[in-house]
């Protein structure tokens, strides 16, 4: 994307868990940035300016440190478990015209007319990954499923909607999205409950590890 949001960074002299725990507990995030054959450097954000690239999904970020601007690709977020709340990032250097792969998250628009009629949406790919510069690199993609009746699926290779520039990486024959009659995937659940209730064969011994 041409407009990337604009990030302000900070030098940071310490590492290690300790300054990471007293970094979040004032509003900062912990962050490295790393590529382009130069030195990685340990920095921190301010997790307000992180979140509209949460909220729009930017991958590409204008940081800003020491007075100089560099983009940076989002390559890693790293989430804590229970509060949900950023605990690290790594940021990787990127030319604003050099060619990359990336993983971007697929978003299926409208309802399945299949689905007006009794079936069930399986979404099985949701995210694709595609080859673009950074300042061509979606930020999503889009897939119109409103057509799809009970039976009809869309693959990689029907996906023709790429932006110009942009390269789908991800195989063509791996399935995206398809229609389920409902008794089938009924069918399908009640088929794996069944082998979870097996029961166990008199005499058999129970398992145990070994030491």
């Known amino acids: 994307m041409s407009d990337d949001i604009k990030i302000a960074a900070e030098t940071r002299s310490k590492t290690g868990s300790t300054d990471a725990r007293r970094l979040r507990r004032s509003g900062r995030i912990p962050a490295n940035v790393f590529g382009h054959h130069e030195e990685p450097a340990a920095v921190s954000i301010e997790a307000d300016a992180f979140r509209p690239v949460l909220t729009t999904g930017h991958k590409v970020v204008d940081l800003l440190i020491g007075g100089a601007s560099q983009k940076a690709l989002v390559r890693e977020v790293q989430w804590d478990t ?39 949406v399986d979404f099985q790919l949701h995210t694709l990954e ?82």
């Open 82 to 120: 229970f509060s949900k709340e950023v605990q690290h990032i790594d940021f990787q250097r990127v030319d604003a015209t050099e060619r990359m792969v990336v993983e971007v998250p697929v978003e299926l628009r409208g309802t399945p007319q299949g689905v007006l009629g009794g079936g069930v």
């Open 130 to 211: 595609v080859e673009a510069t950074a300042i061509n690199l979606p930020e999503k993609i889009e897939i119109r499923v409103n057509h799809l009746n009970i039976g009809d699926s869309i693959h990689v290779s029907d996906i023709t909607n790429l932006p110009e520039g942009v390269t789908m990486q991800t195989p063509g024959d791996l399935l995206v999205v398809q229609v389920n009659a409902a008794v089938e995937v009924a069918e399908a659940e009640e088929t794996g409950e069944e082998a979870m209730t097996q029961p166990e064969l008199i005499g058999r011994k129970p398992e145990t590890d070994e030491e």
